[in-house]
């Protein structure tokens, strides 16, 4: 069975930091295009950060430039996402995804219509 399962969040002041994890199962993730996708409420989903498959690209939202980074653990079957500089507007539920198995590996999508597999989702407070 194939699955994905964010965990790591929580709540942070602003300007903190936090890591985000996400464990794969059932498939192979240096195979797959990766990323990270965010909702916060009354928002619409957007593209945070994707990982091309081999991880050779990587691509980041300009909200979360120098801020955020994506980056994987392949003999965990792991992807992650490292925050720091915190904001209030980096609230949101965040959601790891996947697509492939992929044969483009130096370039990687933002649209939500690319990936096929989500996980369920980790909730992300950034507040005093």
């Known amino acids: 069975q194939l699955q994905l399962v964010e965990s790591g969040g929580g709540l942070v002041q602003p300007g903190g930091s936090l890591r985000l994890s996400c464990a794969a199962s059932?498939?192979?993730?240096?195979?797959?295009?990766i990323g990270w996708f965010r909702q916060a409420p009354g928002k619409e989903r957007e593209g945070v950060s994707c990982?091309?498959?081999?991880?050779?690209?990587?691509n980041y939202a300009d909200s979360v430039k120098g801020r955020f980074f994506i980056f994987r653990d392949n003999a965990k079957n792991t992807v992650y996402l490292q925050m720091i500089s915190l904001k209030p507007e980096d609230t949101a539920v965040y959601y790891c995804?996947?697509?492939?198995?992929?044969?483009?590996?130096?370039?990687?999508?933002?649209?939500?219509?690319?990936?096929?597999?989500w996980g369920q989702g980790t909730q992300v407070t950034v507040s005093s």
């Open positions: 059932g498939f192979t993730l240096d195979y797959y295009a």
């Open positions: 995804v996947a697509d492939g198995p992929s044969p483009y590996e130096d370039m990687c999508a933002m649209s939500v219509n690319e990936y096929d597999y």
């Open positions: 990982s091309s498959s081999g991880g050779r690209s990587t």
